[in-house]
T-cell receptor, first 114, second 112 residues
Framework: DTEVTQTPKHLVMGMTNKKSLKCEQH?????MYWYKQKAKKPPELMFV???????INESVPSRFSPECPNSSLLNLHLHALQPEDSALYLC?????????????FGPGTRLTVL | AQKVTQAQTEISVVEKEDVTLDCVYE???????LFWYKQPPSGELVFLIR??????QNEISGRYSWNFQKSTSSFNFTITASQVVDSAVYFC?????????FGTGTSLTVIP
């Protein structure tokens, strides 16, 4: 199984809502990532988990809260988002959280904040 | 400071033409890895190739080939005999240690 799955595919939420994005992989990878991608822009790294511990937080606002319950699952909890947070949120995994490992990406969650 | 440049914003080619995508990565690091990813309209990024900074051998894999020249910091990617399914945004993505970068991307359109 070489797939990274993400749910939901689309999400529309108000600025006062609380929602969560989910990501799952069954490749035995020990590193997982969250990226944010605006239209016609490259992905921007948000968080990296390595061996279920947060190893990189790219100064992301606290309204985004990551969680890694186990090595196969990665969540992104959303609270009090702003309209400018509307974007494609991509999850990825790699064998290890080191630069030489290629990343496998999920199809993304397209988030709209009203 | 690191700098990734994909100077070509958009490229259009006619099917079966060859196309080369350019990437320049400027860094003072001596050890790094260079990746190319493809993002079709569906949105899912797909890993294509990886090279390390010590290996300047050019390689060919099917219709893909790549040329890495450390002296000019260039890591170019060529698709031969392009097909409509190659239409996508292509990102050059260098990494050093735990630093991950993506270039601005080149949008390739292959016209049937």
């Amino acid at each position: 199984d070489t797939e990274v799955t993400q749910t939901p595919k689309h999400l529309v939420m108000g600025m006062t809502n609380k929602k969560s994005l989910k990501c799952e992989q069954h490749m035995g990878h020990r590193a997982m990532y969250w990226y944010k991608q605006k239209a016609k822009k490259p992905p921007e790294l948000m968080f990296v988990y390595s061996y279920e511990k947060l190893s990189i937080n790219e100064s992301v606002p606290s309204r985004f809260s990551p969680e890694c319950p186990n090595s196969s699952l990665l969540n992104l909890h959303l609270h009090a988002l702003q309209p400018e947070d509307s974007a494609l949120y991509l999850c990825a995994s790699s064998q290890l959280g080191l630069g030489y490992n290629e990343q496998f990406f999920g199809p993304g969650t397209r988030l709209t904040v009203l | 400071a690191q700098k990734v440049t994909q100077a070509q914003t958009e490229i259009s080619v006619v099917e079966k033409e060859d196309v080369t995508l350019d990437c320049v990565y400027e860094t003072r690091d001596t050890t790094y890895y260079l990746f190319w990813y493809k993002q079709p309209p569906s949105g899912e990024l797909v890993f294509l190739i990886r090279r390390n900074s010590f290996d300047e051998q050019n390689e060919i894999s099917g219709r893909y080939s790549w040329n890495f020249q450390k002296s000019t910091s260039s890591f170019n990617f060529t698709i031969t005999a392009s097909q409509v399914v190659d239409s996508a945004v292509y990102f050059c993505a260098p990494t050093t240690g735990n630093q991950f970068y993506f270039g601005t991307g080149t949008s390739l359109t292959v016209i049937p």
